[in-house]
């Protein structure tokens, strides 16, 4: 069974301190790995897919990187604006389902 | 990214009555389409998955009498939770997917069902 583990469940930084969120996963065949934005009372928003190993996708101040592990999410200079749950989900080689992490709740203070 | 439409963004309904909730991809054909369920606090639960035209395929320990899903086109998905009751009360998500089983799916701003 696909699990996906995300830490910390909540991380507070003040504006400008960088900082990562980790994504531990076990699944059989990685299909590949998701990374989403949700902000309260809304659907998760698209951020990356990463598909191999050693993989890294940038987008303004967030750049995703994969191994056959886990997965992290670096956040560079964050603004208050960058405040939201991240979500991690990967899906398996077999299947068109994602299976989700609990997510870590980002708040960057000014 | 492709736009999903999901309406009502919120509805308030009696105990024992339906709810009908939208899901429609605007800009694309979504081949596939799926159902989540929120908890506050806690992560996308899905409940069931849904091909263009074929029953859904619905998760273990969802009740697929009590939350019927219907994809009649490559467009639309409904998801009516029937008979609800106030342990129904969640927010509801859906996603709508293209093309080869790796393609991002991109989710709907969701649905706040409270039952009273």
């Known amino acids: 069974e696909d699990q996906v583990t995300q830490s910390p469940e909540a991380l507070r930084l003040q504006e400008g301190e960088s900082s990562s969120l980790n994504c531990s996963y076990t699944?059989?065949?990685?299909?590949?790995l998701f990374w989403y934005r949700q902000d309260p009372g809304k659907g998760p928003e698209f951020l990356f897919t990463?598909?191999?190993a050693g993989e890294e996708k940038e987008k303004e101040r967030l750049k995703a990187t994969l191994t056959k592990k886990e997965s992290f999410l670096h956040i560079t200079a964050p603004k208050p604006e960058d405040s939201a749950t991240y979500l991690c989900?990967?899906?398996?080689?077999?299947?068109?389902?994602?299976?989700f992490g609990e997510g870590t709740q980002l708040t960057v203070n000014p | 990214g492709a736009v999903v439409s999901q309406h009502p963004s919120w509805v308030i309904c009696k105990s024992g009555t339906s709810v009908k909730i939208e899901c429609r991809s605007l800009?694309?054909?979504?081949?596939?389409m799926f159902w989540y369920r929120q908890f506050p606090k806690q992560s996308l639960m899905l409940m069931a998955t849904?091909?263009?035209?074929?029953?859904?395929?619905?998760e273990q320990g969802v009740e697929k009498d009590k939350f019927l899903i219907n994809h009649a086109s490559l467009t639309l998905s409904t998801l009516t939770v029937t008979s609800a009751h106030p342990e129904d009360s969640s927010f509801y998500i859906c996603?709508?997917?293209?093309?080869?089983?790796?393609?991002?799916?991109?989710f709907g701003q969701g649905t706040r069902l409270t039952v009273v």
């Open positions: 699944v059989s065949g990685l299909r590949g």
């Open positions: 800009d694309f054909q979504a081949t596939t």
């Open positions: 849904s091909n263009e035209g074929s029953k859904a395929t619905y």
């Open positions: 996603s709508a997917r293209w093309g080869a089983q790796n393609t991002e799916a991109f």
């Open positions: 990463l598909y191999s």
């Open positions: 989900a990967v899906q398996e080689t077999s299947g068109s389902r994602l299976t």
